[in-house]
């Protein structure tokens, strides 16, 4: 601790950002004081902006400032790609010839985690493809353990529905996150799906 109660405050606040260690949070606070007090009330009102102003799509669970997202107001497809998580979408926006609308699901089945299929956005995917003419849904889970179960356990809901079930081909390493995936990979894993 640096004995200065400001500059403790600040960077215990930095680390409860994920990620964010104590050395990495020491460095983001002896930034910000660095900053002139125009750039610390520019970073300050942008945080809270964000915080206000940012929300849930009410069709597809992204991020947006508005009531329905950018994709979900512009794009219409008979095809749904299933994500973990709002940047998720960003990662596969990347890619070149995407032709369908998201579902962000805001986690996966994790009993360790406490998390089951009833605490992510399962429900509200299941009456979107009731109530929409889907032809097809991409399951877009990381290829990890909890992101595979939660592909299969949507797979079986699917399947009386009669609507096609993909999962993203190999090519994404098995435990790593679609964020960090490059366009060419993502672009491959997309082209390569197979039916589950």
Do not use: W
């Not at 949070?25 to 102003?53: C, G, H, P, W």
């Not at 749904?80 to 998720?88: S, T």
């Amino acid at each position: 601790m640096s004995n200065i109660e400001s500059m403790d405050k600040l960077i215990n606040s930095f680390t409860m950002l994920q990620g964010v260690g104590k050395k990495t949070a020491e460095r983001y606070a002896y930034n910000v004081i660095d900053m002139t007090d125009e750039q610390v009330e520019f970073f300050a009102k942008s945080l809270q902006e964000a915080k206000a102003n940012i929300h849930y799509c009410s069709v597809c669970g992204n991020f947006t400032e508005k009531d329905v997202c950018e994709v979900c107001s512009s794009r219409k497809s008979d095809t749904i790609c299933v994500v973990k998580e709002p940047k998720d979408v960003i990662a596969l926006e990347k890619v070149r010839k995407q032709n369908f609308v998201y579902h962000v699901l805001h986690g996966t089945i994790s009993p360790l985690e406490g998390k089951g299929p009833d605490d992510i956005r399962i429900k509200e995917l299941m009456a979107r493809l009731n109530d929409g003419n889907f032809k097809e849904v991409i399951l877009c889970t990381n290829p990890d353990v909890e992101g595979e179960v939660t592909a299969n356990y949507i797979a079986k809901l699917i399947k009386p529905f009669g609507i096609k079930v993909t999962r993203l081909a190999t090519g994404i390493q098995m435990g790593s996150d679609l964020q960090y995936a490059d366009e060419v990979t993502l672009t491959k894993a997309i082209e390569d799906r197979k039916t589950i």
